[in-house]
């Protein structure tokens, strides 16, 4: 029973936007590549555990705290023998491990050790536990689901599952026979509980308003190469049709995450989409979908 379904990050789709509408720094277009490629793996992990036999609860993305130490779960996967802490790395490539250090073999450079990570969150969850009065069976991997991924020079006793050893972990998994009781419950629903919401480690660049790139950009492919022909949106890059009320309700979205504190008023969505549309179609779109506050000119939606 999955309880906790997967989410992209807050800064995972921050940076996509401001991708779009700003240059970004090397090193936040670094970070963006790796959480795009953290989620595509967790994706493609999420969906061959979807369909695990016996009772099983089954929790992703989990950020907890812990005196004051937060520590952050891929997957957690509650089952009546054991629990499992799995952290997915789709990482791809060469790598070997010198000194409790991950090198990439092809650029040498020094990549965050997740098994040393992992220990780290296994530790602090069982703590978590013993606090909670909770007596169960631990056990943390670090998952790599990269198919191109090879690992050299790593201690047969590390706590790790290869691409070539995942179905064997889920056949072993599935062969094990699990039947929940009410303990099993009531800690699925005190993780859910303790789950928080705003991550700390969450690393964005410094933008404002002024500085974004105006206008209605394609949703396949980005292009501000857009034009309104009848009710759609459509790109001249790669001819990607949207209806209009759709494009206005991705980008009315877009100023809420980046820009929680501006209110939404039909003159702000019509200066972010470079008023290429008309106002009374966007007040159109946001009486439809928003609670008008307010009169006249001074009418917000929420």
């Known amino acids: 029973m999955l309880l906790k379904k997967r989410t992209e990050s807050k800064e995972l789709i921050v940076l996509r936007y401001l991708n779009t509408r700003m240059e970004l720094a090397a090193k936040d277009k670094f970070n963006l590549a790796n959480l795009e490629k953290g989620y595509r793996g967790e994706i493609e992990f999420d969906r061959v555990t979807e369909n695990l036999s016996e009772e099983r609860y089954i929790i992703d993305d989990l950020l907890l705290q812990l005196n004051n130490s937060y520590f952050q779960i891929d997957k957690v996967i509650i089952s009546a023998g054991v629990i499992h802490l799995l952290d997915v790395k789709y990482h791809e490539g060469d790598y ?44 943390a991997s670090v998952v790599f689901n990269n198919p191109e991924f090879t690992l050299y020079q790593a201690p047969m006793d590390l706590p790790i599952i290869l691409p070539t050893q995942i179905n064997r972990f889920l056949r072993e ?13 009531l800690l699925a629903q005190k993780l859910l509980s303790l789950h928080q919401d705003k991550n700390p480690f969450t690393n964005l660049p410094e933008y404002n308003y002024e500085q974004l790139e105006k206008g209605m950009y394609c949703k396949a492919c980005g292009s501000f190469n857009t034009v309104i022909k009848n009710y759609d949106l459509v790109c001249g890059k790669c001819g990607k049709q949207e209806r209009i009320d759709q494009a206005i ?54």
């Not at 606090?131 to 056990?139: H, T």
Request: net charge positive; charged share 30%; glycine share 2%.
């Open 96 to 139: 070997y491990l010198e000194s409790d250090k991950l090198y990439s073999v092809k650029s040498g450079r020094e990549f965050k050790n997740p098994v040393i990570q992992l220990k780290r969150s296994e530790t602090l969850f069982r703590q978590l536990l013993q606090n909670l009065k909770f007596n169960y069976l631990v056990q």
């Open 173 to 185: 998994l599935n062969d094990t026979p699990s039947k929940m009781d009410e303990s099993h419950r």
């Open 249 to 302: 309700l991705r980008f009315i979205q877009e100023i809420k995450v980046l820009f929680p504190e501006i209110k939404i008023t039909t003159q702000i969505i019509y200066e972010w989409c470079q008023a290429k549309i008309s106002k009374k179609t966007i007040t159109r779109a946001l009486k439809k979908n928003y609670v008008s506050t307010g009169r006249t000119c001074d009418t917000y939606y929420e």
